[in-house]
């Protein structure tokens, strides 16, 4: 394969900051690109897309031939921009931007790529037949000569008896020659002696001080031509490490572009990048402001906030906070102090709509470290932008000892594996349902087991409450036992009454079963609440569901432990997962009212995930022991964590494949699956999807929410928010199911409300199923018979007709119309009584 390289080679001495112990090691080169002109210019090309690089700069341009919009890497007035101080026009001009962390202090600092690397020209382009690869270097670089800065006498000689007269002489001047019998009275000897300890036995040389590049360019020459290699500089540099002064973080990062059909894939090999141990890369955003939109520019930014979140291109809320939210959640294995929201995206996907155009960008390799970002014009610069940035190597304190208040950093001793890959999919128009449509062709292209469903009724999930922990005196003495809320005869006896009263599609899972209720012991085994009833009346209890044709799951959370006892099967030490400072990661709930940990309440565990994955199994096989159909993880498709013990270290990518492993073998033996929240990842395996996040609504900068996961995903997987009878305003519920095409999910137990009294599950308030059995019959009734053709369609469009109103059109024709404000809306043709839902047959 032909490929062309703009550029030469240096090389930079790097002293390596070892561990937390801070011992120097053999100075380790790394290679320092340098740019010299070229091409004029570099180009790919395929049926749909063009791609043009400007090789003084880097940037770049995408045209797409169907529509000839053109699309920038950076904001082609970014320079001139009125409204940014020096730093953001640096920001915008930058295809990388990059955070480190100084080892020694902690002390965390940023890089952008267009000050540190291509103002400099500390870059190298390479351009195959079908990818365009830059190299950056990116740092407060200084050109490095491969010279030795000094040797004893006896291995210069070594090296000048190869060499003319002349080499000979320029070596004697730009060298020093220090004699410990007869130094000038300006040498300080004790100095020269420690820098130089052969000085003791024999002539040293070292090189002069202030001497110009082109001297030392002669002087590299020279030595080449003597046998001097890139070996012996760093053996020589490492001998007199004490004459380095090239100590600044320097960081080599490869971005490589590439066409695929009617997308852009940009790929960040982990391999090719490279840094110094005493200035970890803790942080990349790639790309940031590629196809901004000016303050003249018609657009909107898409985030991934609940079901998906609109950003109107200059918006004026410059004073709101800008979007921020870390794909899957919170990695539990790092640590917070504090918490006062957690923003979370279940799909990895951001898109720009720019004057009449769009693109949808899906991270792929290494999404579930990233996180998306977005913001709008006003705020330092005039450039309304969406990107994702990605957690290279994760750190955290270590505290050296209870007596000091002094900590050391700890971090990851590997790289993530493979790459940081990002796909731009270019799209001939700026309807967010069609930039959904692509993302459901990628989805089912990417996941083979996401097939089109074929029913043509509402789904419904129903959580039936088995048992919860409460404190009880035993003795004079307080302990926690189980509280019986339905037991397994109730439970038959709810979901017979459920059938008669005409509920049908239901998915059903049986919460608080096993290991003491709701919040159970860990799942090295499975043994029913006695409580409850016994494994037989269980077993009657699965029977009865498959009679019916209902799905009927046993929940249980894997990701954590609770409870800790002895005996139990779970030991702390072997089974929890470690923080990268190799405390075991316990966890406590956080505050609400101070956003920091409930000192008070009781800690858990965050498991290995090795051991999550044997609890998955273990759940599994205890599904098939009682003749349940499938099993219901809480945890799994919502949480997603790493483990940074070094014995153990499983990344958090790594992590979810082993999750997406288990899943496949429960599948596999014939077993259904529930999942919780609907992490991308976990749709090919679940059967249904439960507490979905149908509203978002965290960030005051998004200006409407729309449901574009749902738009994608609905036809391929059943799911449902919020359960309806748990919700502060359940009717609120019931219209954002019906304008996100949701099932409907309900909580039942068969004790009252008063049951709860004096324990830690009041969010079970409204599950008493026999005062809310007359209403759940009647929002299903309804729901069912005017959307129940609906499920098993795609939704083909949704739109904001005004604020508080939308319609969603599926592929029949039929349309849902939602309104949440409290006046009627009546408007070409369209009547919605106040906070309600009209459907509209196609």
């Known amino acids: 394969m032909k490929k062309i390289k703009s550029a030469g080679m240096l090389f930079l001495a790097a002293v390596l900051f070892s561990g937390c112990g801070g011992s120097n090691e053999v100075a380790k080169a790394i290679e320092v690109y340098s740019y010299s002109a070229g091409e004029s210019s570099y180009s790919i090309e395929n049926d749909r897309l063009k791609m043009e690089m400007d090789p003084s700069t880097t940037y770049f341009t995408i045209t797409d031939k169907s529509s000839g919009a053109v699309w920038h890497s950076n904001p082609e007035g970014a320079a001139d921009d009125a409204a940014a101080d020096e730093q953001s026009k640096n ?95 300006s040498d300080n000897k004790d100095e020269l002696l420690k820098l130089y300890p052969e000085l003791e036995k ?76 005493s200035s970890p890369l803790t942080e990349i955003d790639v790309l940031p402001y590629f196809g901004a939109g000016g303050k003249e520019d018609n657009g909107f930014l898409l ?94 304190a270590i505290e050296i000892s209870s007596r000091s208040d002094k900590t050391v950093m ?178 406590t709930d956080f505050s609400a009212v101070w956003y920091g940990e409930k000192t008070d309440a009781k800690p858990y565990y965050l498991v290995k995930p090795q051991v999550c994955e044997q609890y998955m199994m273990n759940l599994s096989k205890a599904a098939g022991k009682y003749k349940a159909f499938g099993v219901a993880f809480s945890d799994v498709g919502y949480g997603l964590a790493a483990d940074y013990n070094p014995k153990n270290h499983v990344t958090r990518q790594e992590s979810m494949e082993m999750q997406r492993q288990a899943m496949a073998k429960i599948k596999e033996s014939g077993k259904g699956i529930m999942v919780s929240a609907g992490n991308d990842y976990s749709l090919e395996y679940a059967d249904y999807i439960t507490g979905m996040d149908l509203t978002g609504g965290r960030f005051n900068i998004i200006d409407y929410q729309v449901p574009f996961y749902a738009m994608a995903i609905h036809g391929l997987v059943d799911y449902s928010g919020d359960y309806i009878n748990l919700s502060q305003d359940y009717t609120e519920t019931v219209l954002k199911s019906a304008e996100t095409g949701a099932g409907l999910s309900f909580a039942f137990m068969k004790e009252s409300a008063s049951a709860l009294q004096e324990t830690n599950y009041t969010r079970y308030f409204g599950a008493d199923y026999d005062e809310w059995k007359e209403l759940a019959t009647e929002i299903y009734t309804r729901y069912e018979k005017e959307l ?24 029949d024709g039929t349309k849902v119309y939602v309104n949440y404000n409290e006046v009627p809306y009546d408007k070409s043709g369209v009547k919605i009584p106040a906070r309600d839902y009209v459907v509209e047959r196609g």
Request: charged residues 25%; hydrophobic residues 30%.
């Open 410 to 587: 700890a971090f990851e001793e590997e790289k993530p594996s493979g790459s940081l890959k990002q796909r731009y999919c270019f799209i001939d128009s700026d309807d967010y349902s069609k930039m959904a449509q692509r993302y459901r062709q990628y989805l089912t292209s990417k996941y083979t087991g996401l097939k089109k469903r074929s029913e043509t009724s509402v789904p419904v999930g129903i959580e039936i409450i088995g048992a919860i922990d409460k404190v009880k005196q035993v003795l004079g003495f307080p302990a926690s036992l189980p509280e019986p809320l339905t037991t397994y005869k109730e439970a038959l006896e709810m979901l017979k009454d459920l059938n008669s009263s005409g509920f049908g599609n239901m998915y059903v899972k049986y919460s608080g079963w096993m290991n003491g209720g709701v919040t159970h012991t860990a799942l090295t085994k499975a043994s029913p609440v006695s409580k409850l009833g016994s494994g037989g009346d269980l077993k009657k209890l699965a029977e009865y569901a498959s009679q019916i044709n209902v799905p009927f799951y046993l929940e249980g959370s894997v990701e954590y432990a609770y409870k800790n006892k002895l005996f139990d099967g779970f030991s702390i030490n072997r089974d929890a997962a470690k923080y990268t400072s190799r405390e075991v990661v316990k966890l």
């Open 91 to 185: 920001l915008l001009q930058s295809t990388l931007s990059i955070e480190y962390v100084q080892a020694d202090s902690g002390v965390e600092a940023t890089l952008n790529n267009f000050e540190y690397s291509i103002q400099k020209s500390t870059y190298t382009i390479e351009k195959g037949n079908d990818y365009i690869k830059v190299n950056y270097t990116i740092g407060d670089t200084k050109k490095v000569f491969t010279i030795p800065p000094a040797l004893p006498e006896s291995r210069m000689k070594k090296f000048t008896d190869k060499m003319d007269s002349s080499g000979q002489k320029a070596i004697k001047d730009g060298y020093k020659k220090y004699d410990i019998n007869n130094l000038s009275s």
């Open 788 to 811: 129940g053709t609906c499920f098993g369609q795609y939704i083909e469009k949704h739109e904001k007709l005004a604020d508080g109103v939308f319609a969603t059109t599926y592929e």
């Open 303 to 396: 985030v991934p906030d609940g079901m998906g979140g609109i950003i109107n291109f200059n918006n004026g809320k410059q004073k709101q906070n800008a979007y921020y939210a870390d794909v899957y959640g919170w990695d539990y294995a790092m640590k917070r102090n504090a918490l006062i929201d957690e923003s979370r995206a279940a799909f990895p996907v951001f898109g720009v709509a720019n004057n009449g155009n769009s693109f949808l960008c899906i991270l792929e390799d290494n999404a579930s470290v990233a996180t998306i970002k977005a913001d709008v014009s006003g705020k330092g610069h005039s450039y309304n932008y969406a990107g994702a940035s990605y957690r290279v190597v994760h750190g955290d």
């Open 202 to 277: 024999e002539c040293v040389y070292v090189l002069r001080d202030g001497l110009q590049d082109h001297i030392k360019q002669k002087l590299q020459n020279i030595f080449e031509k003597a046998g001097y290699t890139q070996k012996d500089f760093e053996e020589d540099s490492a001998r007199y490490s004490g004459q380095s002064d090239e100590d600044s973080p320097v960081f080599n990062i490869s971005v490589v572009y590439k066409l695929d059909g009617e997308d852009l894939v940009v790929d960040l090999p982990v391999e090719n990048m490279e840094w110094k141990d």
